[in-house]
């Protein structure tokens, strides 16, 4: 009997239940996206992904990087091929959850930076309504601008959306604050309660909080012409097998 279909909101609640990454102890499982590039791209790569972080547009600096024919997990990564694993940013969906914040994942897309500040969302993608990923999706688009964000603060990037419960507010600042002192720089923008956040309206007593999609980097290989293929919430790994960015 084949499996039935499974929306992308499903998948992250399934995934959120499996997480156990502490920000504190820097230790535990987190939710990543697998990335491939050519064997011959990977300083390209790299290169890529420190200037998207140093510009903000990555979750976190912790990334693994396999050799072709390596393992990762039930994967095994292609002859002629490195793989780049990275933070997923729906880790931050995981934690709010387990902290018991009432949450509700809505959907990836892309958002209008002008002058370093985010503006609005110009097209999203609800987590209900698909079973792919939507920064995947958008990605194959050609409609991000990442590499125009990186030089001069304006552009299109990817970026994703939740929304929380208007009472625990308290608590999300204090889980994003744990993170950021983990090296999770992601977050985007957070809302106020029953106000639309870059566009996106919310629920009732709810609060939007937004955050820079885990993908953005390969976008912009991708953007200068490089091979890549890019799947987000591709599984769980124990952050202890990722490295830093500086290690490379």
């Given at each position: 009997?084949k ?55 990555m ?90 964000v ?20 308290p ?60 799947r ?17």
């Amino acid at each position: 009997m084949k499996e039935p279909l499974k929306f992308t909101n499903h998948r992250i609640e399934e995934y959120a239940l499996q997480v156990t990454y502490n920000p504190e102890e820097n230790t535990g499982k987190i939710i990543y996206n697998l990335s491939l590039i050519k064997e011959d791209d990977l300083s390209f790569a790299l290169a890529m992904l420190k200037d998207a972080h140093r510009t903000g547009l990555m979750v976190s600096d912790r990334i693994r990087v396999a050799e072709p024919g390596e393992d990762i997990g039930d994967y095994t990564v292609p002859d002629h091929a490195h793989a780049i694993c990275t933070m997923c940013s729906i880790t931050l969906d995981a934690l709010l959850l387990q902290r018991g914040v009432p949450l509700n994942p809505i959907g990836g897309g892309v958002v209008e930076i002008d002058r370093h500040e985010p503006r609005r969302f110009i097209s999203m993608l609800l987590y209900k309504d698909t079973t792919l990923d939507p920064l995947e999706v958008l990605i194959s688009q050609d409609i991000t601008s990442i590499r125009s964000v990186m030089k001069h603060g304006s552009g299109n990037i990817l970026a994703n959306m939740r929304e929380c419960h208007m009472e625990a507010e308290p608590l999300v600042g204090t889980v994003l604050d744990e993170l950021t002192a983990s090296g999770f720089s992601g977050i985007l923008d957070v809302g106020a309660p029953n106000v639309p956040l870059l566009g996106v309206p919310v629920s009732p007593q709810y609060l939007g909080v937004t955050m820079v999609g885990g993908t953005n980097a390969m976008a912009a290989i991708k953007e200068a012409g490089r091979w890549v293929v890019t799947r987000a919430l591709k599984g769980l790994i124990d952050i202890d097998e990722m490295g830093y960015l500086d290690d490379y």
